[in-house]
Nanobody, 122 residues
């Protein structure tokens, strides 16, 4: 399974960050697969943000739930992250990742994109 993130590298404060993950080697509807967004802010550890299941069900970190939306485009085999009302604290490297079975524990993820830097700044 290969994953590739894409999206703007610079977002202004209060705007919505939007990233897309393009998947190859598996379908986003493949049974039991979960497709997640994970980020790493400067000087901090990896943070699981949320996931969309093969069924289309979504799961979010409680700390980010109010600002996060994950959706998918099955025709393009992609899934998307939207994070609203961003602040400089949302500056991070954002990764898409996947695994067989649900988990919010980052080390359990098997497949990763290369990551994309997003900076929140005016």
């Amino acid at each position: 399974v290969q994953l590739q993130e894409s999206g703007p590298g610079l977002v202004k404060p209060s705007q919505t960050l939007s990233l897309t993950c393009t998947v190859s080697g598996a379908s986003v509807t493949a049974a039991d697969y979960y497709w997640s967004w994970i980020r790493q802010s400067p000087g901090k550890g990896l943070e699981w943000m949320g996931a969309i299941a093969y069924s289309g069900s979504t799961y979010y970190s409680p700390s980010l739930k109010s600002r996060t939306s994950i959706s998918r485009d099955t025709s393009e085999n992609q899934f998307t992250l939207q994070l609203s009302s961003v602040t400089p604290e949302d500056t991070a490297v954002y990764y898409c990742a996947a695994r067989d079975g649900y988990s919010d524990y980052v080390p359990e993820y098997d497949y990763w994109g290369q990551g994309t830097q997003v900076t929140v700044s005016s």
